[in-house]
């Protein structure tokens, strides 16, 4: 299968997935389902959901098991991890955060249904994350509970402060500093420590959650930890790159934005040519510790240059 057929066949069931894991009505009220639905159901690339699939491939690969019982484990983590994801970027698009109106080539959340319609179907997106992680995959085995509890703290340190709320605090202190807050300005140290939280630190979490879930020894998920974090920075570098070279009807989002917000971003502090040398290293990085898993030759290393050659 090439690798562009292999993301197509795990989007479709990843968007299954989540299809059948949202609330409905009578569960939820309705408003709050739409609106929910909206954000979800919208057509991302779907990327941290097909990395958790893809790392749950490849230890079964390492380990000679089923890698179809280890994409069913591992799928309920994956559908999460998107919702906790979405419900990230709805947060960021409201006016008091980035002031977006475009996402994924849609009005954002908070256009369509309002700010305070947009926080909840975030806050509902995220609850409903962690619910799903306690709930499936079901059974008592004490090993499923103890890989589904690693999993739920390893999320929610990943999205909480430690992480991608940390990261966006750090960034959101930076462009709109409190009135009686005023943060010193980044350094380039500051500048990596901020996009490995804001959007490293989910990235990192989809590759270990589906190596817990399928079963990874400590040999395996260390270089693997390892892979998700260099890919993780990659994809943030990549990220600010395109925000200077890309448009609006390719990037599905306002384009330019973080300059004009005065943003800390790669290009800013290191120029183009320099920021695009500095996620070769992290692709350079991610591959090595590939190659120590004995997994150079998986998904993973196409999903790691996919994330490179980015172009939207
Ligand atoms: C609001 C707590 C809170 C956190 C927000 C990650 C983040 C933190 C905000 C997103 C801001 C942003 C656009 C960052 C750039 C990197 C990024 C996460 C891009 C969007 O991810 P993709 O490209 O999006 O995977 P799709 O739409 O394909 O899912």
Same mark, same amino acid.
């Given at each position: 299968?090439?690798?562009?057929?292999?993301?197509?066949?795990?989007?479709?069931?990843?968007?299954?997935?989540?299809?059948?894991?949202?609330?409905?009505?009578?569960?939820?009220?309705?408003?709050?389902?739409?609106?929910?639905?909206?954000?979800?159901?919208?057509?991302?690339?779907?990327?941290?959901?097909?990395?958790?699939?893809?790392?749950?491939?490849?230890?079964?690969?390492?380990?000679?098991?089923?890698?179809?019982?280890?994409?069913?484990?591992?799928?309920?983590?994956?559908?999460?991890?998107?919702?906790?994801?979405?419900?990230?970027?709805?947060?960021?698009?409201?006016?008091?955060?980035?002031?977006?109106?475009?996402?994924?080539?849609?009005?954002?959340?908070?256009?369509?249904?309002?700010?305070?319609?947009?926080?909840?179907?975030?806050?509902?997106?995220?609850?409903?994350?962690?619910?799903?992680?306690?709930?499936?995959?079901?059974?008592?085995?004490?090993?499923?509970?103890?890989?589904?509890?690693?999993?739920? =703290?390893?999320?929610? +340190?990943?999205?909480? $402060? %430690?992480?991608?709320?940390? #990261?966006?605090? /750090?960034? !959101? @202190?930076?462009?709109?500093?409190?009135?009686?807050?005023?943060?010193?300005?980044?350094?380039?140290?500051?500048?990596?420590?901020?996009?490995?939280?804001?959007?490293?630190?989910?990235?990192?979490?989809?590759?270990?959650?589906?190596?817990?879930? =399928?079963?990874?020894? +400590?040999?395996?998920? $260390? %270089?693997?930890?390892?892979? #998700?974090?260099? /890919?993780? !920075? @990659?994809?943030?570098?990549?990220?600010?790159?395109?925000?200077?070279?890309?448009?609006?009807?390719?990037?599905?989002?306002?384009?330019?934005?973080?300059?004009?917000?005065?943003?800390?971003?790669?290009?800013?502090?290191?120029?183009?040519?320099?920021?695009?040398?500095?996620?070769?290293?992290?692709?350079?990085?991610?591959?090595?510790?590939?190659?120590?898993?004995?997994?150079?030759?998986?998904?993973?290393?196409?999903?790691?240059?996919?994330?490179?050659?980015?172009?939207?």
């Amino acid at each position: 299968m090439t690798f562009d057929a292999y993301v197509e066949a795990r989007r479709k069931e990843i968007d299954a997935a989540l299809q059948a894991c949202l609330p409905r009505s009578p569960q939820v009220p309705d408003v709050i389902a739409g609106a929910m639905h909206y954000s979800l159901m919208s057509g991302g690339k779907r990327l941290r959901p097909i990395l958790v699939i893809a790392s749950a491939e490849a230890v079964a690969q390492a380990l000679g098991s089923s890698e179809a019982a280890a994409r069913d484990t591992a799928m309920p983590a994956a559908c999460a991890i998107e919702m906790i994801h979405s419900y990230s970027l709805v947060h960021d698009d409201l006016t008091a955060m980035d002031d977006d109106d475009l996402r994924r080539g849609r009005p954002t959340a908070h256009v369509v249904q309002g700010e305070g319609m947009a926080i909840l179907a975030g806050d509902g997106l995220q609850a409903e994350a962690f619910s799903l992680l306690a709930r499936e995959p079901q059974g008592h085995h004490p090993t499923l509970i103890t890989r589904k509890l690693r999993v739920i =703290a390893l999320v929610a +340190d990943a999205a909480g $402060a %430690a992480g991608m709320v940390g #990261g966006q605090a /750090i960034d !959101l @202190a930076a462009v709109k500093p409190g009135p009686q807050y005023r943060p010193p300005p980044l350094d380039a140290d500051g500048l990596q420590a901020m996009h490995l939280r804001k959007t490293g630190a989910l990235i990192r979490a989809s590759v270990a959650a589906g190596a817990i879930m =399928a079963g990874a020894d +400590d040999r395996v998920f $260390a %270089a693997l930890d390892a892979f #998700g974090l260099e /890919i993780g !920075l @990659a994809f943030q570098i990549v990220d600010d790159i395109l925000d200077e070279e890309g448009s609006a009807s390719t990037l599905g989002k306002t384009a330019g934005k973080d300059r004009a917000a005065g943003k800390p971003t790669y290009p800013s502090f290191f120029g183009l040519d320099e920021s695009r040398t500095l996620a070769a290293g992290c692709h350079t990085r991610a591959r090595l510790a590939l190659e120590r898993a004995g997994l150079l030759d998986s998904r993973l290393a196409d999903i790691a240059s996919w994330i490179i050659e980015r172009k939207t």
